[in-house]
């Protein structure tokens, strides 16, 4: 189900995003503020690529693209990475992407709740006809027996 896929990839980014922000701000070293925050992930895959990136991280690469190359991280989230890798205010940045993703989620929630009340209300009506239907056609019934 792609949009539920992607919501949930989104509040995962959220996480991890606003995880390594704090953990980063607080003077955790990089290496061991991505495995705390790919630990409060709970999308399986996603977690395996938060570990795979820490590994790449470890020879080397970039933060940004190690996560960038797994393809679960939006590529908004990740330019604001590299820019805070580039600028040496990732904390920052981190925070940033965070709060983007954030703001996306809502305004995701608030389309999918915009769709959900029209099909309550015709989930709804269908009900009430039924409920009106079972109660006239004893009626109509009785009506044909009398004649």
Same mark, same amino acid.
């Given at each position: 189900?792609?949009?539920?896929?992607?919501?949930?990839?989104?509040?995962?980014?959220?996480?991890?995003?606003?995880?390594?922000?704090?953990?980063?701000?607080?003077?955790?070293?990089?290496?061991?503020?991505?495995?705390?925050?790919?630990?409060?992930?709970?999308?399986?895959?996603?977690?395996?690529?938060?570990?795979?990136?820490?590994?790449?991280?470890?020879?080397?690469?970039?933060?940004?693209?190690? @996560?960038?190359?797994?393809?679960?991280?939006?590529?908004?989230?990740?330019?604001?990475?590299?820019?805070?890798?580039?600028?040496?205010? @990732?904390?920052?940045?981190?925070?940033?992407?965070?709060?983007?993703?954030?703001?996306?989620?809502?305004?995701?929630?608030?389309?999918?709740?915009?769709?959900?009340?029209?099909?309550?209300?015709?989930?709804?009506?269908?009900?009430?006809?039924?409920?009106?239907?079972?109660? @006239?056609?004893?009626?109509?019934?009785?009506?044909? @027996?009398?004649?």
């Amino acid at each position: 189900m792609p949009a539920i896929g992607r919501f949930v990839r989104g509040v995962n980014t959220a996480r991890f995003s606003r995880t390594l922000s704090i953990l980063a701000a607080s003077g955790v070293p990089v290496l061991e503020a991505l495995r705390i925050a790919g630990q409060v992930v709970s999308n399986l895959p996603m977690r395996e690529a938060v570990k795979q990136a820490a590994h790449k991280v470890r020879e080397g690469a970039p933060l940004a693209r190690s @996560l960038e190359q797994s393809g679960y991280f939006p590529p908004i989230t990740v330019n604001l990475i590299a820019s805070g890798e580039v600028s040496g205010n @990732l904390e920052e940045m981190l925070e940033r992407a965070a709060t983007n993703q954030e703001r996306e989620q809502e305004t995701q929630i608030s389309f999918m709740m915009s769709m959900l009340e029209p099909v309550l209300i015709i989930i709804m009506g269908m009900v009430v006809l039924f409920i009106v239907l079972a109660t @006239l056609l004893p009626i109509f019934n009785m009506n044909q @027996l009398i004649r």
